[in-house]
């Protein structure tokens, strides 16, 4: 499984960058995960377009689905792509999803799009990746994602505060990418997302092998929350950034 960043930004990019977007590649079939603000562009630079195969998103929040219209009709229509291009999310957001496009005067999108809701718990075939979503904690219906191949396990929280879903996917994860927005413990709670040093702590616990963090806000120091990560953690953690590639 190879995972590749291609940006780690929220709630907003900064100049030349992109929030939340990554693709996770396996036996050839490149699956994006979030298409957040500049993810097309992303996509673009990187010469990837006419490899991708499908889109998951974890939610509807911005950061990680602004350019979702963008990326679609960039494989389809601007690369001669016939099929329609399968999009999962989360149950119940196939028809929000809807709205927001109709809203929007982009229906036409539709035309070139297959979605499909994922059901919590239950495992999915995604070309060669099986899928299980939990139930995230957070402010919009969310999910929390192990994807296993080839006896890999790569588990990718999306946005969530600290729940029994995210306690019940990480056990044993080969590498876990998890978004570690800098809140204080009681906030995080409340809006649903964890801090650096409760996700070092929960991984630690749950023997996961790699712990990369990702999702950072404005005027954060990747590198600092890597660093307190790394100390609950007891193991080096690495935080994302666009370019990084990863071997699982
Ligand atoms: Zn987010």
Redesign the pocket.
């Known amino acids: 499984m190879e995972l590749f960043i291609l940006g780690v930004e929220?709630?907003y990019p900064r100049r030349g960058r992109a929030t939340?977007g990554y693709t996770l590649m396996q036996e050839g079939f490149l699956l994006v995960l979030e298409t957040g603000f500049g993810i097309h562009r992303r996509l673009a630079e990187e010469g990837l377009l006419d490899r991708v195969e499908g889109i998951l998103l974890s939610h509807l929040?911005c950061?990680?689905s602004a350019d979702l219209p963008a990326v679609i009709l960039g494989v389809t229509v601007g690369r001669g792509r016939k099929e329609p291009l399968p999009v999962y999310l989360p149950p119940g957001e196939v028809a929000r999803l809807r709205e927001w496009l109709c809203a929007c005067g982009f229906a036409f999108v539709l035309e070139h799009t297959d979605l499909r809701e994922l059901a919590y718990d239950e495992p999915t075939a995604i070309g060669p990746f099986r899928v299980t979503m939990g139930r995230a904690a957070h402010s919009l219906p969310a999910g929390i994602f192990t994807f296993t191949a080839a006896g890999t396990k790569f588990v990718y929280t999306g946005?969530t505060g600290d729940c029994p879903p995210l306690r019940a996917a990480i056990p044993g994860a080969d590498l876990l990418l998890a978004?570690a927005t800098p809140l204080r413990p009681e906030e995080a709670a409340v809006k649903g997302h964890l801090t650096a040093p409760a996700l070092g702590e929960m991984a630690r616990a749950a023997g996961v092998r790699r712990l990369v963090i990702t999702?950072f806000m404005p005027g954060e120091e990747p590198a600092a929350l890597a660093e307190k990560a790394t100390v609950a953690f007891g193991a080096p953690v690495t935080a994302a950034e666009e370019g990084l590639h990863l071997v699982i």
């Open positions: 929220s709630p939340l929040h950061d990680h946005d978004e999702h």
